[in-house]
């Protein structure tokens, strides 16, 4: 697919007529008609006067798909699988597809969404009508893109001035689970959460920093965010300025009131 079969005749028909719109899921569709092309950035649209915004193309890949049905899960072959949003609403949609005209269903992604990374490359999340599904990625690296986007729409669903530190795994370690009292290893990229993404790096460790969880000698997001994380585990943090460096910021590096994300793994 290419970016028009996304935005649809006119630019915008297409995936935005899904918010708000009525998904079919019978499952009756033929996934030997799937072929996928991730799409470009779509380009902003010009002239139309109607003065809405269109919708960003926020993240975009293949994956295979399994529904829960009748008590057990039953594939359903490789779908689309793309997010997209429109940030001045603040309105974010997860979407499985086998072509623009054939949509299997959709998910509202915001502060209530939980995609959970499972092993060997999988995760599975509950769609708006509560349908359970499982979805297998094609790499490591397919999983930690889509769900660190995941955690920044939620975040951008509330605005700047959220105040809930957000947690999503992006890959699952091995092991005990990381608790307050213990002292652990991580290599980290902390990065500012702007422009409604993740934008400059203002630090990053990949030698390793030593730290005891919840004795509070890092900031408070740090604390609490990596509580449960195993070692090999990798999750993202996205760290209201509230549990970070609040109005003072960090002279030179961190604003005043500024939102982060930090990429972290537990190396010990």
Same mark, same amino acid.
């Given at each position: 697919?290419?970016?028009?079969?996304?935005l649809g005749p006119g630019g915008g028909s297409g995936l935005a007529s899904i918010?708000?719109?009525?998904?079919?899921?019978?499952?009756?569709?033929?996934?030997?008609?799937?072929?996928?092309?991730?799409?470009?950035?779509?380009?902003?649209?010009?002239?139309?006067?109607?003065?809405?915004?269109?919708?960003?193309?926020?993240?975009?890949?293949?994956?295979?798909?399994?529904?829960?049905?009748?008590?057990?899960?039953?594939?359903?072959?490789?779908?689309?699988?793309?997010?997209?949003?429109?940030?001045?609403?603040?309105?974010?949609?997860?979407?499985?597809?086998?072509?623009?005209?054939?949509?299997?269903?959709?998910?509202?992604?915001?502060?209530?969404?939980?995609?959970?990374?499972? @092993?060997?490359?999988?995760?599975s999340f509950y769609d708006d009508a509560r349908q359970a599904w499982s979805l297998?990625?094609?790499?490591?690296?397919?999983?930690?893109?889509? @769900?660190?986007?995941?955690?920044?729409c939620k975040a951008n669903s509330v605005g700047p001035a959220f105040s809930q530190?957000?947690?999503?795994?992006?890959?699952?370690?091995?092991?005990?689970?990381?608790?307050?009292?213990?002292?652990?290893?991580?290599?980290?990229?902390?990065?500012?959460?702007?422009?409604? =993404?993740?934008?400059?790096?203002?630090?990053?460790?990949?030698?390793?920093?030593?730290?005891?969880?919840? @004795?509070?000698?890092?900031?408070?997001?740090?604390?609490?965010?990596?509580? *449960?994380?195993?070692?090999? *585990?990798?999750?993202?943090?996205?760290?209201?300025?509230?549990?970070?460096?609040?109005?003072?910021?960090?002279? =030179?590096?961190?604003?005043?009131?500024?939102?982060?994300?930090?990429?972290?793994?537990?190396?010990?």
């Amino acid at each position: 697919m290419d970016e028009d079969d996304y935005l649809g005749p006119g630019g915008g028909s297409g995936l935005a007529s899904i918010f708000g719109a009525s998904v079919a899921m019978d499952g009756s569709h033929g996934n030997e008609s799937l072929t996928y092309k991730a799409p470009k950035q779509p380009k902003k649209q010009k002239g139309s006067g109607s003065g809405q915004e269109s919708q960003q193309v926020l993240a975009a890949i293949s994956v295979d798909c399994q529904k829960h049905v009748d008590g057990r899960y039953q594939p359903q072959g490789k779908l689309g699988c793309t997010l997209i949003g429109f940030h001045s609403s603040r309105d974010y949609k997860m979407l499985l597809y086998l072509s623009n005209n054939k949509h299997v269903t959709s998910v509202k992604v915001d502060t209530s969404f939980n995609m959970t990374i499972q @092993a060997s490359n999988c995760a599975s999340f509950y769609d708006d009508a509560r349908q359970a599904w499982s979805l297998h990625f094609t790499s490591t690296e397919d999983a930690v893109k889509l @769900a660190k986007e995941i955690a920044v729409c939620k975040a951008n669903s509330v605005g700047p001035a959220f105040s809930q530190l957000l947690k999503q795994d992006l890959v699952l370690g091995e092991g005990q689970p990381v608790d307050k009292g213990d002292s652990v290893e991580v290599v980290y990229t902390g990065s500012l959460l702007e422009n409604n =993404g993740i934008g400059k790096v203002f630090d990053s460790n990949d030698k390793g920093f030593r730290f005891k969880v919840g @004795a509070g000698k890092v900031i408070r997001g740090w604390d609490e965010g990596t509580v *449960g994380l195993c070692k090999g *585990g990798r999750r993202v943090l996205i760290i209201p300025s509230s549990l970070a460096y609040g109005s003072q910021g960090v002279s =030179g590096r961190i604003p005043p009131n500024a939102n982060l994300v930090f990429d972290v793994e537990v190396k010990k």
